[in-house]
């Protein structure tokens, strides 16, 4: 079984710049994460999906972040524009249901580096 | 609203040493918990978790933790380490069905021959 799939891996950019992230989830995963971890930091949640409705997204700062999860499958997270603060590793995760204590399982990151 | 905290950002050990990684927890409500791992440019992996029931979980590569209620914890255990358990280590906090995951900040094994 294939895992979480995200690309790029990592990500140089200069300030002001757009940049998108694209997640696939494991296949039967109804619910996708997006998480946000800082350098000695834990994941902290940005949005989640279940299916294609974005039903957490409090964390998810709207001024320049936007997510998509159009056909209730694979995602994409986008910032426009970057700033140098949004330097972290960009976690992907999904999970059977979103309910109860269901597995998370994490893709390999994206490393956003802003210059 | 439930908060997790990782007492010890980084934790050198020997090989095949004892390690405890500690993690306490606050939440107004029963929680689920969570041990997962990170090895180095890898997304998190599951260690293993507490549902209900019996409070000593056995998870996967010879980690255990126990569920204290009285005092909000969830330290995780190994009796003995290998070079390859060098990894940072993650408590997570589910407050309820549809609740989010809180992670705490990590604590950074390191196993030296």
């Known amino acids: 079984e294939a895992g979480v799939v995200q690309s790029p891996r990592y990500k140089i950019i200069e300030k002001k710049q757009p940049v998108a992230f694209w997640c696939n989830p494991i296949?039967?995963?109804?619910?996708l994460y997006w998480y946000l971890q800082n350098l000695g930091q834990g994941p902290e949640l940005l949005i989640r999906y279940e299916n294609e409705e974005a039903v957490d997204d409090s964390q998810l700062p709207k001024d320049r972040f936007s997510a998509e999860r159009l056909k209730g499958v694979d995602s994409t997270l986008k910032i426009q524009p970057a700033e140098l603060g949004d330097s972290a590793v960009y976690l992907c995760?999904?999970?059977?249901?979103?309910?109860?204590?269901?597995?998370?399982?994490f893709g390999p990151g994206t490393r956003l580096t802003v210059l | 609203a439930q908060s997790v905290t990782q007492l010890d950002s980084q934790v050198p050990v020997f090989e095949e040493a004892p390690v405890e990684l500690r993690c306490n927890y606050s939440?107004?409500?029963?929680?689920?918990l969570f041990w997962y791992v990170q090895y180095p440019n890898q997304g998190l992996q599951l260690l293993l978790k507490y549902l209900s029931g019996s409070t000593l979980v056995k998870g996967i590569n010879g980690f255990e933790a126990e569920f204290n209620k009285s005092q909000t914890s969830f330290h995780l255990r190994k009796p003995s380490v290998h070079i390859s358990d060098t990894a940072e280590y993650f408590c997570?906090?589910?407050?309820?069905?549809?609740?989010?995951?809180?992670f705490g900040a990590g604590t950074q094994v390191v196993v030296t021959p």
């Open positions: 296949s039967g995963h109804n619910t």
């Open positions: 939440s107004s409500v029963s929680v689920y």
């Open positions: 995760a999904s999970s059977r249901s979103g309910q109860g204590a269901n597995e998370q399982f």
């Open positions: 997570a906090v589910k407050a309820d069905s549809w609740g989010k995951f809180q």
